[in-house]
């Protein structure tokens, strides 16, 4: 019958989707500054083209009825040729340079949460599994700035605290849509 049975789970799963996405464009807030212009195209572009692929990753699992375990090796190796070879032929760059190392780092981080995720999602269905997962968000603002060294204004700081209290708020509603997700007779 699917993870959202009823009408109300439905409404709740929605619009919690519709919080985590308005959360989501919070915690990017950049104001403009002297190191040049934002380019809002482009960004938009790199994460349409990354939600695309991440809603099939998870999807096509789903689809084809393909458990996380028996994915998880060929998608890996696979994720790891595509970086490598965007590096050397879009960014023009060695993949093994000192940044690339550090941000291996956050990889191996990313791949626990990736972890977590396809067993969720065989426990939970993924109408909760994967919107939960978008929690990392929250996760990367942090590494970020603690790892990668990234410098936030107070402004960027205020607008990162409210999308994160409204990508909380999302969680909450998918909490909500799944307990309101049986049918009861």
Do not use: R
Request: hydrophobic share 50%; net charge positive.
């Amino acid at each position: 019958m699917g993870d959202w049975a009823t009408s109300q789970s439905k409404l709740y799963g929605f619009c919690a989707l519709a919080l985590i996405i308005l959360g989501i464009v919070f915690t990017s807030y950049k104001e403009k500054n002297s190191e040049g212009k934002v380019q809002w195209g482009k960004g938009l572009l790199i994460n349409l083209v990354s939600v695309i692929g991440f809603s099939l990753y998870v999807g096509i699992l789903k689809y084809y009825k393909i458990d996380g375990w028996t994915s998880i090796l060929p998608q890996s190796i696979g994720q790891i040729l595509a970086i490598f070879l965007i590096s050397l032929i879009f960014f023009k760059t060695q993949p093994f340079n000192k940044p690339s190392v550090k941000n291996g780092v956050v990889g191996v981080i990313w791949a626990v949460g990736n972890l977590a995720l396809l067993i969720s999602q065989a426990k939970i269905g993924l109408a909760i599994a994967y919107p939960v997962s978008q929690a990392a968000v929250i996760v990367s603002i942090f590494g970020g700035v603690y790892i990668n060294k990234e410098k936030k204004t107070k402004k960027e700081w205020i607008f990162a605290g409210i999308g994160m209290a409204i990508i909380l708020i999302g969680l909450f509603l998918i909490y909500l849509s799944a307990n309101h997700s049986q049918v009861h007779s």
